[in-house]
């Protein structure tokens, strides 16, 4: 079995979506299930793209350690300040909270915790039939959104593991310690050429070719392609930045 479990939902592709504006001119989609958060699809007119994008919940899977560790640069085990090996990625998060008729508003405040696999697919904080990292933290950390709702990361490139395919965990909670607080988990996936570049170098090749591609994973396959992250390359490495709506009460 794979380490991550599946949750299963209904979602609009884009196409859907884009017809929907079509016909109505302002639409908005409500009656979702659970396991689905919906970002703003309501625009005055066919010619305006919406300023946010529908987002699927996914799995939390078995690797979340809620530590609390507040950091921007994920990288390193805090206890030793050894940095883990990889391409360097800087990943944003903008989180929004969607108003009437679709209004998409920042959302400062919001608690966002990030966690991953390192270069050889190895998580920190748990015990796994494959290695146990009890007591370590790389890879891990939450941030605070700004006033632009936007979450920042210094991390790497993640690694592959045996059954998924490449991928960064997140969770977006607006309040942790309240009782009805919102919460929102989901993964970010990446292209699988992109992904053949970078696990062609060091530390990557060592693992060797993945055993599994993005359409080859059950989690992807139920909405991955509505979590993929648009990535730029420049001299130090790789940056994405990756929008999610929330329907807050």
């Known amino acids: 079995m794979d380490r991550d479990d599946v949750q299963v939902g209904r979602l609009l592709s884009r196409r859907e979506i884009l017809a929907l504006l079509g016909a109505s001119g302002i639409a908005a989609l409500a009656g979702c299930k659970p396991s689905r958060e919906m970002a ?42 050894a940095i883990k090996a990889g391409a360097p990625l800087e990943l944003a998060i903008v989180v929004s909270r969607i108003g009437e008729r679709g209004a998409c508003t920042p959302v400062a405040g919001a608690h966002v915790d990030v966690w991953q696999c390192d270069a050889a697919g190895i998580y920190s ?4 039939p494959s290695f146990d990292t009890l007591g370590q933290q790389f890879l891990r950390g939450y941030q605070l959104t700004d006033a632009s709702g936007t979450a920042r990361f210094t991390t790497i490139y993640p690694g592959w593991y045996r059954g998924r395919t490449v991928h960064v965990h997140f969770k977006v909670r607006t309040d942790p310690a309240a009782a009805r607080g919102h919460e929102f988990t989901s993964q970010i996936y990446f292209d699988d050429a992109l992904t053949d570049r970078v696990h062609a170098r060091e530390p990557y090749a060592s693992m060797g070719p993945r055993t599994v591609r993005n ?27 990756f929008e999610v709506g929330l329907q807050i009460a």
């Open 215 to 241: 359409e080859g994973d059950g989690i992807f396959r139920r909405s991955g392609n509505e979590l993929m992250l648009a990535v730029a390359e420049d001299a130090k490495g790789y940056a994405g930045r």
């Open 125 to 128: 904080g748990v015990r796994d």
């Open 40 to 81: 703003q699809v309501g625009v005055a007119t066919g010619s305006v793209l919406p300023s946010c994008v529908v987002r699927p919940e996914q799995t939390e899977g078995p690797y979340f350690v809620d530590n609390k560790l507040h950091r921007a640069d994920i990288r390193a085990d805090p206890a030793t300040g």
